[in-house]
């Protein structure tokens, strides 16, 4: 007996020894990771990055803990394709068909791609993807509602998955946990249509009177709950979420899969609805922020963030647990829903000093909170490194000891000494997107000339767009209001090369 328990000791130390093979001089190492990704978030949206209107503590103290960068972007200034970017580590708009997604689009992440948490997976980890998924669900004719959504999730490297599919204000409005729809009465199934009404059920457009939200652009087709969403449904009563509690359950569902494996590391995607439109927060935030549901969604937001830590630290997983925090893309005040975010913004700047929001080629387009924590490794502070979240995957890789091919993560730079703030120096350039592909270089922006229109005058939002070429000095006018591209025309020509070149190579790793 004594023989056993010391050669499986024995063992164990082999093991332990094998997790911390060095990797290129730097020891593998393997800590839980929680990337708590917010949707909509702005650059200003929070109070540690500036908001004075409203108190986000438990994000604050996460900045505090760690690190805050201020020049940290998610690859584009929407969802699916800065999701698709930061999953697989090659810029979105170098791959098909990933714009912002339809509720019923198929699953956009080829299956032979490596991936994030099919990455972490080779290194040991249990993965989940929990929350707002809007990357597409089943083979090319679609998710088959009513039975096995296939491929998902699972199928590009995750272990788990309890997901809203795509957006809270497009069809279905329905969990699904790995391949099935959560609730489902199969008496009562599901019929999804992006295309034309279904029977006459009521719909935003015909029915406002039906609604407890209007909408201010679109969101007319199907009604569920008092909200019109975009997309026709009909069925799945059982399996219909409710919109108030959103947050709580994928919060739960996190704090349950943490718990469930905290004895093996593990990487949790939760990526919150909020704060994203329709905004209906639980009625202990409703009304909360002075601010409407937008502000009130941005409290349930610190609400789930102090939760989460709340439970890293009664299980004790608190030290070796890495926390990042960030945004798909930048905020929005009127997304499409008459939710009083225009009438009740007084004072508050979602974007912070910088110029434009979601959809925009400007900074604040692409430019969003991001904080690393990871107590005793990360050195606290602000960091103005410039980084992109189609690093993550690079990166992690680096930390858990996994090597990539030359065709893997093309555009994933492994920027271990900035996220963990032993470095301020980060990448030399990267692309934004937006409606046009743009350069950051240094302290330099270049966003070539481009036809779209000037502005979005639904959101009012700036979008960058304009038919001479742009040339901004971050570094002097990091609000983006003197072109200077008349005055340097070697550096736009440079600049627009270098675009080109990245955009042409497939890779913009050497
Ligand atoms: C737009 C929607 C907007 C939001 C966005 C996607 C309308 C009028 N607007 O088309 O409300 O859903 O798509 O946002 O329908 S994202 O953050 O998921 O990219
Ligand atoms: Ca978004």
């Known amino acids: 007996m004594k023989r056993l328990r010391l050669k499986l000791r024995m063992t164990g130390i082999g093991i332990c020894a094998l997790l911390s093979i060095s990797?290129?001089?730097?020891?593998?190492?393997?800590?839980?990771?929680?990337?708590?990704?917010?949707?909509?978030?702005?650059?200003?949206?929070?109070?540690?990055?500036?908001?004075?209107?409203?108190?986000?503590?438990?994000?604050?103290?996460?900045?505090?803990?760690?690190?805050?960068?201020?020049?940290?972007?998610?690859?584009?200034?929407?969802?699916?394709?800065?999701?698709?970017?930061?999953?697989?580590?090659e810029y979105a708009w170098r791959h098909a068909g990933t714009g912002i997604a339809p509720g019923n689009a198929a699953l956009i992440i080829p299956q032979d791609r490596i991936t994030l948490p099919g990455m972490l997976q080779r290194a040991g980890y249990q993965t989940a993807a929990i929350g707002k998924w809007h990357l597409g669900i089943g083979g090319p004719e679609g998710p088959d509602w009513n039975g096995e959504l296939k491929p998902g999730p699972l199928e590009?490297?995750?272990?788990?998955?309890?997901?809203?599919?795509?957006?809270?204000?497009?069809?279905?409005?329905?969990?699904?946990?790995?391949?099935?729809?959560?609730?489902?009465?199969?008496?009562?199934?599901?019929?999804?249509?992006?295309?034309?009404?279904?029977?006459?059920?009521?719909?935003?457009r015909n029915n406002p009177e039906l609604l407890k939200m209007k909408a201010s652009h679109g969101h007319d087709q199907a009604i569920v709950n008092g909200v019109g969403r975009i997309g026709y449904m009909t069925g799945g009563k059982r399996a219909?979420?409710?919109?108030?509690?959103?947050?709580?359950?994928?919060?739960?569902?996190?704090?349950?899969?943490?718990?469930?494996?905290?004895?093996?590391?593990?990487?949790?995607?939760?990526?919150?609805?909020?704060?994203?439109?329709?905004?209906?927060?639980?009625?202990?935030?409703?009304?909360?922020?002075?601010?409407?549901?937008?502000g009130d969604a941005i409290l349930q937001l610190d609400w789930t963030v102090g939760?989460?830590?709340?439970?890293?630290?009664?299980?004790?997983?608190s030290d070796n647990t890495i926390v990042i925090f960030s945004s798909d893309n930048g905020p929005v005040v009127d997304d499409g829903y008459q939710d009083q975010a225009v009438e009740l913004l007084g004072s508050h700047r979602p974007s912070g000093p910088l110029r434009g929001g979601k959809y925009s080629a400007f900074d604040a387009g692409t430019r969003i909170p991001m904080i690393v924590r990871w107590p005793g490794q990360v050195k606290k502070g602000t960091s103005g490194a410039l980084l992109s979240q189609v690093d993550l995957l690079a990166?992690?890789?680096?930390?858990?000891?996994?090597?990539?091919?030359?065709?893997?993560?093309?555009?994933?730079?492994?920027m271990l000494p900035a996220f963990l703030h032993q470095s301020e120096k980060g990448r030399n350039s990267l692309v934004a997107h937006a409606g046009v592909l743009s350069i950051i270089r240094g302290d330099w922006k270049y966003i070539p000339a481009s036809k779209g229109p000037?502005?979005?005058?639904?959101?009012?939002?700036?979008?960058g767009n304009d038919p001479a070429p742009q040339l901004y000095d971050l570094r002097k006018d990091l609000g983006e209001q003197r072109n200077v591209a008349a005055t340097h025309p070697a550096l736009v020509k440079e600049l627009a090369a270098e675009l080109d070149r990245i955009r042409t190579k497939g890779s913009e790793r050497p």
Request: aromatic residues 8%; proline residues 7%.
């Open 307 to 317: 939760r989460i830590m709340e439970t890293l630290q009664r299980l004790q997983l």
């Open 454 to 463: 000037r502005k979005d005058n639904h959101v009012n939002i700036e979008l």
């Open 395 to 414: 990166t992690l890789a680096k930390l858990t000891g996994q090597s990539l091919g030359q065709e893997d993560a093309p555009d994933s730079f492994d």
């Open 23 to 89: 990797v290129y001089g730097q020891s593998a190492q393997r800590p839980n990771i929680v990337l708590i990704y917010a949707d909509d978030l702005g650059f200003g949206d929070v109070s540690c990055y500036g908001a004075k209107r409203i108190s986000t503590p438990n994000i604050d103290q996460l900045a505090r803990q760690g690190v805050r960068f201020t020049n940290a972007h998610a690859s584009s200034s929407t969802c699916t394709p800065s999701r698709y970017s930061m999953l697989t580590g």
């Open 240 to 294: 219909l979420w409710v919109d108030e509690d959103l947050a709580k359950t994928f919060t739960d569902k996190a704090i349950s899969f943490i718990t469930q494996h905290r004895q093996q590391p593990f990487f949790v995607y939760l990526a919150t609805h909020d704060i994203h439109v329709p905004r209906v927060p639980h009625s202990q935030f409703a009304g909360k922020s002075g601010m409407g549901p937008r």
């Open 156 to 204: 590009v490297g995750f272990n788990y998955a309890f997901l809203m599919p795509a957006t809270a204000d497009r069809v279905p409005c329905v969990f699904v946990e790995d391949h099935r729809v959560v609730n489902l009465d199969p008496a009562d199934p599901i019929t999804v249509s992006y295309k034309q009404p279904l029977g006459d059920a009521p719909t935003g």
